[in-house]
Each structure stands twice: as structure tokens, then as C-alpha cells.
């Protein structure tokens, strides 16, 4: 069964920095295109960033140059590192897996840029 569990987020103020781990299990999170997407409130689901299985990554102009998609073979998880964090950051953070032509999501964490 495959799960993914999310931590990390918290109240960070503008300029700071957060990072996220998605946790996953039932599967291999190197093997698979892993995703993290944030919602904003009142604002649909978007895609920030990507690793792929062969370890390409991919990011929304809005995050590049100060968020970075990394994964952990041996603890099998993924993790987004966010700097430079800005108030338009701020929303629940999503971990996505597509494995196959299934796609799988964690129950999200929330990340609240403020001073």
C-alpha cells in the first residue's frame, strides 16, 4: 500500500528558510517522477517542483533559483528545501508520486511565510 507522509512545515518569517520531507512507503521514491505541489488559499492546486526516476528535476519559475527537490534512497524519502522564502509562498504543501498511471498524495503540511 502506498503511502506518503509529509513534515516540516511551520510559521517562518519572509527571508527564511523551511525544508519538507515527504516520507514515502509501499514503493521506491527513487524509481518514480516525484512531485511537490502547494495550494494556496483560495487558489488551485500547482506544481513547484519535480524529480524524475533518472534524477532530472524541474521547477515553477515562481520557486527556481531558491527551492531545491531532493531525494534519500536509503531513508526513502523526498525532501524540499525552501529558501528566500517569500509571504506568496505560503500555503499547504503537497508531496505527489506517479507511479505508473497512478498518482498518489500525502495528507499535505502548512507553510505560513510571515512576520
Known amino acids: 500500500q502506498v503511502q506518503l507522509v509529509e513534515s516540516g512545515g511551520g510559521l517562518v518569517q519572509p527571508g527564511g528558510s523551511l525544508r519538507l520531507s515527504c516520507a514515502g512507503s509501499?514503493?521506491?521514491?527513487?524509481?518514480?517522477?516525484m512531485n511537490w505541489y502547494r495550494q494556496a488559499p483560495g487558489k488551485e492546486r500547482e506544481l513547484v517542483a519535480t524529480v524524475t526516476s533518472d534524477g532530472r528535476t524541474n521547477y515553477a519559475d515562481s520557486v527556481k533559483g531558491r527551492f531545491t527537490i531532493s531525494r534519500d534512497h536509503a531513508k526513502n524519502t523526498v525532501y524540499l528545501q525552501m529558501d528566500s522564502l517569500k509571504p506568496e509562498d505560503t500555503g499547504v504543501y503537497y508531496c505527489?508520486?506517479?507511479?505508473?498511471?497512478?498518482?498518489?498524495w500525502g495528507q499535505g503540511t502548512q507553510v505560513t511565510v510571515s512576520s
Open positions: 505527489n508520486a506517479a507511479i505508473g498511471w497512478a498518482r498518489y
Open positions: 509501499g514503493f521506491t521514491v527513487t524509481f518514480n517522477t
